[in-house]
């Protein structure tokens, strides 16, 4: 039984809607609302969504690169535990030592006026009190380790390629040795030739940092790649959490089904199910009551309309397997063959 | 079993001058769309995809222009015509773009006006292609919504694209397109910005309404699993050239050309069954930019199975090396040959 690196406790972030002249409050966007999940130490958690799901908020309302509107983040250090969610100026900059982020957009995320070195030296500077001499050794000893030349330290980032940017993006994640990496799309916008190339780096690097990995993304081929566990989100909230196998072969959530029959296989013989989804996700700052996902449910019934199902565990107590559904023992649903 | 091909494309070449010298994004593509198929175009982004796409409505983004090869289109209804030699802004132009070759594009939301209804921007099709009154003009408008599965057709008539979600916006474009009954529908990754279920959706849309009308389809792509669901036919792209052309099912179990295979292997699959965090087989590089004049196959810097002195002096051409499987790697004797007789023929100059 491996030990809890992290712990969620009803997560919320909750965006105000301003309407009017006055532009007074008018009503909320659940982004994020009341999540409970625990990340593993050393594991790969995958968190899986559509867009507007809250998969990337989730991400960053961690690490408070926005602040959370309530809620637990449990921290659990070597020395002891912390609430991240409570912490003050001071702490919270030495928690970030710890807890790091790999973008999205490897364009946007790199500051063009900074040349290479002083973009993965930058954490170093802030966190870490070191000699300009070993400072530049660590910076070169980081280029090394995620494949890049150690004469790139005086380029600028517009010289790069994607690929080459997000490697530039890894390092500074790395910088400071965390024990977790919030990682936010870190292969979307790159070429799939590419993107193998990122995705053998992160789990290198894994294997030899021993680093704890929230790998967001919605891609589902890369996420059964990557990840031990995964979590799959739906309107702000956690429908469904199990092992990657589990989940991908026999999931328990009518969403999590949908979203499997969805993807198109890369494979001409497969013979496409049309267990197509009806509609669209729905608006976060109008959520359908009961089951947000029952509008689009092909098995809903009243009480999928007025009773909003928890999040529970359908499997084994030693393999637990969540689902947030009310019928997830009794329906058959359908995985990836 | 192949039809007539309704749009045969030869030897097309689009380029443009630069301050860095002569930018080539299309060099030299051949593509036969058969009547009433879906043929699929993937390869990397800069890869030529979007242009091909763009060329065969003539609407290559300035200062790029064809600068050589032929586009016939031959529909039926009219005496074939080469595209390519007609004035971009000409009346003859005009008259097929829209009406007979429609497109539509990657992002829904840059498409669309955002200033007219979407009611407007369908009914303007018919308006100018068709001279339909503005009454007419509604009620076909009202149609081509119901057609391609619009919620509340009637009352989205009078919606702006900022009223509509990424899927529906998708739908209307999608109305505007078929508008005019076009025979040609040129698809350029369709459904890239959207999310998976809506993907799906709007894939299921593509095939019912190309079934349905009879239509021929070109759907522009860089996922695979999208190609393996939608096409019969399937060519890759690499730096301006058609690398390989095979059925769907060909080009999926026996890739030929190292790139294709080294796309197939590289993307992580759902349902795969492939070791977890395995390595996965990488292509060394990027694609060069349309700039980069390379002797040779284009591919042999990247390529694995690259043989020196082979590879990097003479230029593959396409041959068939299995029957209806075409492909440009001089490591199949065919195309060797093939490469080696074509390489005596002095090529002509591109027009500058």
Excluded: W
């Excluded at chain 1, 969610?85 to 807890?99: E, V, W």
């Excluded at chain 2, 009914?123 to 081509?144: D, F, P, S, W, Y």
Aim: charged residues 20%; proline residues 6%.
């Amino acid at each position: 039984m491996t030990e809890n690196l992290l712990e969620l406790r009803k997560l919320s972030k909750h965006f105000p809607i301003h309407s009017g002249l006055a532009r007074r409050v008018t009503g909320e966007v659940r982004a994020v609302d009341d999540v409970d999940l625990i990340i593993k130490r050393g594991e790969t958690l995958g968190l899986v969504g559509e867009s507007g799901c809250g998969k990337s908020t989730t991400g960053r309302a961690i690490l408070r690169a926005i602040e959370p509107t309530s809620g637990e983040i449990l921290f659990h250090g070597k020395d002891g535990t912390v609430d991240v969610a409570q912490l003050g100026r001071t702490d919270l900059k030495q928690i970030r030592r710890r807890m790091q982020m790999v973008f999205q957009d490897p364009y946007a995320s790199l500051n063009p006026r900074m040349r290479v070195e002083e973009i993965i030296a930058e954490p170093l500077i802030c966190l870490e009190r070191m000699s300009r001499g070993d400072r530049r050794d660590r910076v070169v000893e980081l280029l090394e380790l995620v494949g890049l030349n150690s004469q790139y330290l005086a380029r600028y980032p517009h010289t790069f390629s994607g690929g080459q940017r997000q490697r530039i993006g890894i390092a500074r994640a790395l910088a400071l040795a965390p024990e977790f990496v919030v990682c936010d799309e870190p292969v979307s916008a790159l070429d799939v030739s590419v993107q193998a190339q990122v995705l053998n780096l992160l789990i290198e690097l894994q294997q030899r940092l021993g680093t704890t990995y929230l790998f967001i993304s919605h891609d589902l081929g890369v996420i059964e790649h990557l990840c031990d566990r995964v979590a799959v989100m739906y309107l702000g909230r956690i429908v469904e959490v199990a092992d990657t196998e589990a989940l991908l072969r026999t999931p328990k959530m009518p969403y999590v089904e949908a979203l499997l029959a969805s993807v198109p296989h890369a494979d001409p013989h497969a013979v496409t199910a049309h267990a197509i989804v009806r509609g669209e996700i729905a608006d976060p700052a109008n959520r359908p009551t009961g089951c947000a996902f029952h509008p689009r449910c092909a098995y809903a019934t009243d009480v999928c309309r007025s009773v909003a199902p928890e999040l529970r565990n359908v499997g084994t107590r030693s393999n637990p397997h969540l689902a947030a559904c009310h019928f997830s023992e009794t329906l058959q649903l359908n995985g990836v063959a | 079993m192949t039809s007539r091909p309704i749009i045969s494309v030869r030897n097309l070449e689009v380029g443009a001058m630069s301050r860095h010298g002569m930018l080539r994004p299309l060099r030299g593509i051949d593509l036969d769309l058969p009547f009433g198929q879906t043929v699929g175009l993937v390869g990397e982004s800069g890869c030529g995809k979007s242009m091909t796409a763009r060329a065969l409505l003539n609407i290559t983004p300035a200062p790029m222009r064809i600068t050589g090869g032929t586009i016939i289109l031959d529909d039926g209804k009219a005496p074939p015509q080469n595209l390519s030699a007609l004035d971009p802004d000409g009346v003859a132009m005009r008259a097929i773009r829209g009406a007979r070759v429609a497109m539509i594009f990657q992002e829904p939301m840059t498409a669309l006006s955002p200033v007219h209804t979407i009611g407007d921007q369908i009914g303007e099709m018919v308006r100018i292609h068709r001279k339909l009154g503005r009454r007419e003009a509604k009620a076909h408008a009202i149609e081509m919504l119901d057609m391609v599965s619009m919620p509340n057709a009637r009352q989205r008539y009078d919606a702006y694209p900022f009223n509509l979600s990424g899927g529906m916006r998708q739908r209307a474009m999608i109305a505007m397109a078929l508008a005019c009954g076009p025979d040609v529908l040129v698809a350029d990754e369709p459904t890239t910005a959207l999310d998976v279920t809506i993907q799906a959706q709007i894939l299921e849309l593509l095939q019912r309404l190309q079934a349905d009308l009879g239509m021929t389809v070109l759907l522009i792509t860089h996922d695979l699993g999208v190609v393996a669901r939608t096409t019969k036919r399937v060519a890759v792209m690499y730096l301006g050239e058609i690398v390989e052309e095979a059925s769907t099912i060909q080009l999926f179990d026996t890739p030929l050309h190292p790139y294709t295979q080294g796309l197939l292997s590289s993307v992580p699959r759902l349902g795969s069954r492939r070791g977890r965090r395995e390595p996965l087989p990488t292509m060394r590089g990027t694609v060069p930019s349309a700039l980069v004049e390379l002797a040779g196959c284009a591919f042999h810097p990247r390529c694995t199975k690259a043989v020196a002195g082979l590879c990097d002096v003479i230029k593959p051409v396409m041959a068939e090396v299995n029957p209806g499987h075409s492909a440009r790697c001089l490591l199949y004797p065919e195309v060797l040959v093939a490469s080696k007789r074509g390489s005596s023929v002095v090529q002509p100059e591109p027009v500058s």
